[in-house]
């Protein structure tokens, strides 16, 4: 029965220490080094529209895992009571992985053309659609995948989320902003999208269209 526990104890310690790398990797990253590129989009939600806010939920999110490896150093040698910091640490990853997820939700349940011009997915107005703007998840690097896994990084969510492309879109001059930023045409798995236009499994067809056209398209919503 000890093994058995041992065993358990390490597959969670492993996790535990992988999740601890990913998450302290997103907060020098996003919080220390200031790359985090949703600040000021309100359509991302209210965990990511204050650089502060978010920066003191990953200090206390930390705060909470050291405590609990700490624990589990601590109680190394009764493999019982160890186990109750590690399982706590991997509730809260599982916890971590559905929050955000939770949050696109209800930003996407938020903006919806039906609702008005006010509050629709995109301002109504002419955007410009480049080749030059596009993203590709295929080159998009390991750590930032592993990221997207949590809810983090540039791609949160993934492929579900953003699909295999996303394109940038940039507002005509006489397009209004709502004051609001980060409209863009993607894919993924969710009906439509507070961010822009969600064009499905079509994204690809017309993303690899898109790489052989030189000048920007355009592109006229309308409500």
């Given at each position: 029965?000890?093994?058995?526990?041992?065993?358990?104890?390490?597959?969670?310690a492993i996790w535990d220490l992988f999740y601890i790398f990913v998450?302290?990797?997103?907060?020098?990253?996003?919080?220390?080094?200031?790359?985090?590129?949703?600040?000021?989009?309100?359509?991302?939600?209210?965990?990511?529209?204050?650089?502060?806010?978010?920066?003191?939920?990953?200090?206390?999110?930390?705060?909470?895992?050291?405590?609990?490896?700490?624990?589990?150093?601590?109680?190394?040698?009764?493999y019982e009571k160890m186990l109750l910091p590690l399982v706590f640490?991997?509730?809260?990853?599982?916890?971590?992985?559905?929050?955000?997820?939770?949050?696109?939700?209800?930003?996407?349940?938020?903006?919806?053309?039906?609702?008005?011009?006010?509050?629709?997915?995109?301002?109504?107005?002419?955007?410009?659609?480049?080749?030059?703007?596009?993203?590709?998840?295929?080159?998009?690097?390991?750590?930032?995948?592993?990221?997207?896994?949590?809810?983090?990084?540039?791609?949160?969510?993934?492929?579900?989320?953003?699909?295999?492309?996303?394109?940038?879109?940039?507002?005509?001059?006489?397009?209004?902003?709502?004051?609001?930023?980060?409209?863009?045409?993607?894919?993924?798995?969710?009906?439509?999208?507070?961010?822009?236009?969600?064009?499905?499994?079509?994204?690809?067809?017309?993303?690899?269209?898109?790489?052989?056209?030189?000048?920007?398209?355009?592109?006229?919503?309308?409500?």
């Amino acid at each position: 029965m000890k093994k058995k526990i041992l065993v358990g104890a390490i597959v969670l310690a492993i996790w535990d220490l992988f999740y601890i790398f990913v998450l302290a990797n997103s907060f020098v990253t996003e919080s220390l080094e200031d790359k985090f590129f949703y600040w000021g989009y309100p359509q991302w939600g209210s965990l990511y529209s204050s650089p502060s806010f978010f920066m003191w939920f990953n200090i206390v999110y930390l705060l909470l895992l050291a405590g609990g490896m700490f624990l589990a150093w601590k109680w190394r040698s009764n493999y019982e009571k160890m186990l109750l910091p590690l399982v706590f640490i991997a509730l809260l990853s599982f916890v971590n992985m559905y929050s955000p997820n939770h949050i696109r939700n209800s930003e996407f349940d938020k903006y919806k053309t039906e609702d008005g011009v006010d509050n629709s997915r995109i301002p109504a107005g002419k955007w410009l659609v480049s080749n030059q703007k596009m993203e590709s998840y295929a080159e998009v690097p390991l750590m930032m995948k592993l990221k997207g896994w949590f809810g983090r990084g540039e791609w949160p969510g993934n492929v579900s989320t953003w699909g295999e492309y996303r394109v940038w879109l940039v507002p005509g001059p006489d397009t209004s902003m709502e004051g609001r930023r980060g409209f863009v045409l993607h894919g993924g798995n969710k009906t439509g999208s507070p961010w822009g236009v969600n064009m499905g499994k079509d994204i690809v067809q017309f993303a690899e269209q898109l790489k052989n056209i030189p000048n920007p398209l355009e592109l006229n919503v309308e409500y």
